[in-house]
């Protein structure tokens, strides 16, 4: 047996000259339409991934930070930086679960912890 990671994006995975897929909990041959489906990714960027570039950390609900922080504490109690979670500032946080990249908050961060009139900073994309 052999195993299929996720394809890069934008490149079909093939073995021995065929290409092949998840199909649920399956294994199974990619058609035409999903091999080309899979080559039109190349080049898109995640939406949701993207800096806001007029977004900053007093853009987020205080308690839906908290929620994450205190969720995240939870889910990674058993990781060697669980410790540390509690000393790290809000910018550090949201650094380690990529909810920001070099002090810039992501357009995720926003949809999932904005204050509701802090939408309008994802303009023109309706929030």
């Known amino acids: 047996m052999f195993e299929i990671p996720p394809a890069p994006q934008g490149i079909p995975v093939a073995w021995k000259g065929h290409f092949y897929g998840r199909d649920a909990h399956a294994l199974g041959a990619l058609n035409i339409q999903k091999i080309e489906q899979i ?7 995640d939406w949701s ?7 900053t950390i007093a853009d987020l609900d205080p308690a839906a930070l908290k929620l994450a922080r205190d969720k995240f504490r939870q889910k990674n109690s058993h990781r060697p930086f669980a410790a540390d979670i509690p000393t790290w500032d809000d910018a550090t ?4 679960i990529k909810l920001a990249e070099q ?7 926003l949809v999932l912890l904005g204050k509701p009139e802090s939408t309008m900073r994802l303009s023109p994309a309706v929030a």
Do not use: D
């Open 93 to 96: 946080f949201l650094e380690k």
């Open 103 to 109: 002090g810039k908050i992501t357009r995720a961060a």
């Open 49 to 55: 991934a993207q800096p806001c570039p007029a977004a």
């Open 39 to 45: 080559r039109s990714q190349a080049g898109h960027q």
